[in-house]
């Protein structure tokens, strides 16, 4: 038990500070693409094409997710019937990639047209051309993203993030080398390269791990396999629409809202690869095992305790960047074609986004346990309330002409999609309803502290210091907001229980 323990301590903070060390490179990624773009239409483009793309490849995930126990089970029995099963699964991941990358190439036109307001002509052609680009990294994709979820079974947590990091840095280097050269085409060029690295490293470890991928028709694959995919592929489809409407619907208020939201998302998206990701692929193997042997009311514990540390760990970091938002971009992206019009643009879209990143952990890690659990229902359940609210979110939005209330869209319907996950959960292990109250006093707690220790920050004095010294207003405040947050946290007793899942 204590070896077990050690060894979750350990796959925690390598996991933890090997997507800390992907924050940077990901934040140098960011300064590139600002100081060429800022917030342009070619960028404002690029995005618009890149949601296609994931459109495109919304059968994947399904797949992968339905993929996952399904061979865990078997390579724990039989590593060759493993073998086999993978092979034929991956198969049909592969056909179905292809496709998506053919529908890309020949139906550009038409699908650019979901995804960019004919209020904005110019960003309408030049998402055609990134289209032709991303296309093809569809087929890159379903390669990666699977390799990536097979990897859970090996238990080789750390190397999934070291994948993911060197993806950053190939992307990076691409940026460095190619940006002046091939202006907006380096941006998908940027994303080929990444995807290769990511998954010629998987290749290469998977391969010494005994696995192994020969085309074989895809049969047999198992009615759990069918049930989770059907299941999850409706939902996958409704949110990659979504996001193609959320495009649509940036283009109709201005130019370049598109690529402020984005950039916010990008920052936002490191805290949830920071938290939520690293933490649901280091528990997700315990998740497996306890679904295996069926215990339930361990599994929902587990969950609970590891939410809660989501919350408070997400929370923390959410609020750092909020308060420090305008010092942050500047700092980040102040430069080059990223000019002050783009600064208070970025900044505004901030603060709307920043905070989704604690309902999209925490619904990452309890989506996860549901999977385990072969519940993929109740996640198709949890994806089409999520896109339902935000796409009335975004009708709304545009009814009222109201910019603000369209940017607020992922936090609202992130934060419906969250609590549903809390009930489906729950009520999936069997658990009273009488924890609901519970759960709804530690969550109206955490929030009491949040609010509060951010305002008593509020009433620093804000220095404005010349050039990059104004990071030591950041570092004060920054230090003043986690001192705050933890006396106030412990006081109310919102930091119970957390060492006992440290312990496990």
């Known amino acids: 038990m204590r070896s077990s323990s050690s060894a979750l301590r350990f796959n925690i903070a390598s996991t933890i500070g090997i997507s800390g060390i ?17 917030t342009s239409a070619q960028l404002d483009a690029y995005w618009a094409a890149f949601s296609l793309m994931n459109m495109l490849a919304f059968p994947l995930t399904p797949l992968r997710d339905a993929l996952a126990p399904e061979f865990h089970l078997r390579l724990k029995r039989d590593p060759e019937a493993a073998n086999l099963y993978f092979s034929r699964a991956m198969t049909l991941i592969v056909i179905i990639a292809g496709m998506g990358t053919i529908i890309g190439i020949f139906m550009a036109e038409p699908l650019v047209s979901l995804a960019v307001s004919g209020r904005q002509p110019q960003v309408r052609d030049l998402a055609v051309n990134q289209l032709y680009w991303l296309a093809p990294v569809v087929i890159l994709l379903a390669f990666s ?4 979820s097979v990897l859970t079974s090996y238990h080789r947590i750390i190397l999934q993030s070291l994948a993911r990091l060197l993806g950053l840095i190939a992307s990076l280097v691409v940026l460095i080398l190619f940006a002046g050269l091939l202006r907006a085409y380096v941006l998908p060029l940027s994303v080929i390269a990444a995807q290769v690295v990511v998954a010629m490293l998987q290749i290469i470890v998977l391969r010494r791990e005994g696995l192994s991928f020969r085309p074989v028709w895809p ?23 979504y996001s193609v409407f959320e495009k649509h619907t940036f283009t109709s208020f201005s130019g370049g809202l598109v690529s402020s939201f984005q950039y916010s998302v990008s920052l936002t998206n490191v805290l949830i690869t920071l938290v939520g990701i690293s933490i649901s692929n280091v528990l997700w193997p315990r998740f497996l095992e306890h679904a295996a042997e069926k215990h339930c009311a361990h599994l929902h514990k587990e969950v609970s305790l590891a939410v809660r540390l989501i919350m408070l760990f997400a929370g923390w970091l959410c609020a750092l960047v909020w308060i420090n938002s ?35 952990s925490a619904g990452l890690l309890i989506g996860r346990a549901l999977i385990s659990l072969g519940a993929a229902r109740s996640v198709m359940s ?55 109250g519970k759960i709804f006093w530690w969550v109206l707690r955490w929030a009491v502290v949040l609010l509060f220790s951010g305002l008593l920050v509020e009433l620093i004095p804000i220095y404005k210091f ?19 947050f933890i006396v106030f946290s412990w006081a109310a007793g919102v930091l119970n229980d957390i060492p006992s899942l440290w312990g496990r």
């Open 219 to 241: 049969r047999n694959l198992g009615q759990r396999f069918l049930t989770v995919t059907g299941a999850l592929i409706t939902t996958y489809a409704a949110s990659q629409a």
């Open 382 to 436: 949890v994806g089409i309330v999520t896109t339902v609210t935000g796409c009335i979110v975004l009708i709304a939005a545009q009814a009222l002409n109201n910019p603000f209330l369209a940017l607020s869209h992922w936090l609202l319907a992130n934060t419906v999609g969250m609590v549903v996950y809390i009930l489906l959960f729950s009520r999936v292990c069997g658990v009273h309803y009488h924890v609901y």
């Open 326 to 360: 305008e010092s942050l971009i500047k700092l980040i992206f102040a430069r080059g074609a990223f000019d002050a019009s783009a600064v208070a643009q970025t900044v505004y879209s901030l603060h709307v986004a920043v905070f989704a990143a604690v309902p999209i």
């Open 22 to 38: 992907g924050l940077f490179v990901s934040f140098a990624s960011q300064v590139f693409i600002s100081y060429h773009f800022g």
């Open 145 to 148: 993203e699977t390799l990536n």
């Open 466 to 484: 010349e050039n990059y010294v104004f990071i030591l207003d950041v570092i004060l405040r920054s230090a003043f907001f986690s001192f705050v």
